[in-house]
């Protein structure tokens, strides 16, 4: 991993997220313009999402957010992992996600629950790492659930 990497939390404004997100949206599987409206998910998660980062300078190259789940006592929905398509294979995904887990531990939560596309074997493999089991499947998704 790039040693200059700074990792930081809610630090990026509404144009970084956007900017970071739509960088990445052909790294996304499938595609995120074509499950949501990028703006209006930016704004979203600016408002309503806990952001972990990866910063190289002033360029947001890692993203992980995640919402408090109001209806489950406790439990985080992770909505977006994703990395820079040049910043990839750096081990940035695990840092962010390491940098999360022990923040929701800490925090209390007994659950995260995440949903990834079957087609998306990396980031399976990497959540599996993590130790997010699979807890339900359909064509389109996996749901995942790490339980502390």
């Not at 991993?1 to 990792?7: E, S």
Request: with cysteine.
């Amino acid at each position: 991993m790039n040693k200059d990497l700074i990792f930081s939390t809610n630090k990026a404004n509404i144009l970084m997220l956007l900017e970071h997100l739509n960088a990445c949206d052909d790294s996304y599987i499938p595609k995120l313009s074509a499950r949501v409206n990028i703006h209006t998910y930016s704004n979203r998660i600016f408002t309503n999402g806990i952001k972990f980062e990866a910063w190289d300078g002033i360029q947001l190259v890692g993203l992980l957010v995640l919402y408090r789940c109001e209806s489950k006592q406790k439990t985080a929905f992770v909505t977006n992992v994703s990395v820079l398509p040049e910043f990839c294979s750096q081990g940035i995904a695990s840092k962010l996600l390491e940098i999360s887990l022990d923040y929701l531990r800490g925090d209390g939560f007994i659950c995260a629950e995440l949903e990834v596309s079957p087609l998306n074997a990396t980031a399976c493999s990497l959540y599996e790492k993590f130790g997010f089991v699979a807890c339900s499947r359909t064509e389109q998704s996996i749901k995942m659930q790490l339980k502390f």
